[in-house]
């Protein structure tokens, strides 16, 4: 499943750098599928939605830290663990129960985003 960050998020950016699919985003800032990753123009997710690679996407929240949950593997295939829950002084980078993904499904988000 995704990391969703919760509204106890300080913003304190720790967990943004963190990322290595460039997933999360400050609150209010615009953000792109291309973002860090190898996606270029019009590509279609593995989840089968249709997207513009660079169109400019609304913020997910505009108060806090946010995740795109397309773009967010729970860092499988880098890390052991998320790396964004790992650095959370304030333990507010959950798992979002309303992304549950496997980890198949994750490992295969990763290598679309990442083919490299």
Same mark, same amino acid.
């Given at each position: 499943m995704a990391i969703i960050i919760t509204d106890e998020c300080i913003n304190c950016g720790a967990c943004e750098p963190e990322c290595p699919n460039t997933a999360i985003y400050e609150g209010a800032d615009e953000w792109r599928y291309s973002d860090g990753t190898s996606l270029e123009?019009?590509?279609?997710?593995?989840?089968?939605k249709e997207v513009d690679a660079n169109e400019v996407q609304v913020p997910i929240s505009d108060e806090v830290y946010y995740i795109s949950p397309d773009k967010c593997t729970e860092c499988m295939g880098f890390h052991e663990e998320p790396q964004c829950a790992?650095?959370? #002084?304030? $333990?507010?980078? =959950? #798992?979002? $129960?309303?992304? =549950?993904?496997?980890?198949?499904?994750?490992?295969?988000?990763?290598?679309f985003m990442h083919p490299e």
């Open positions: 123009g019009n590509v279609v997710l593995p989840n089968g790992a650095v959370c #002084p304030v $333990d507010c980078c =959950v #798992p979002d $129960d309303d992304h =549950v993904e496997t980890e198949e499904v994750l490992l295969a988000k990763q290598r």
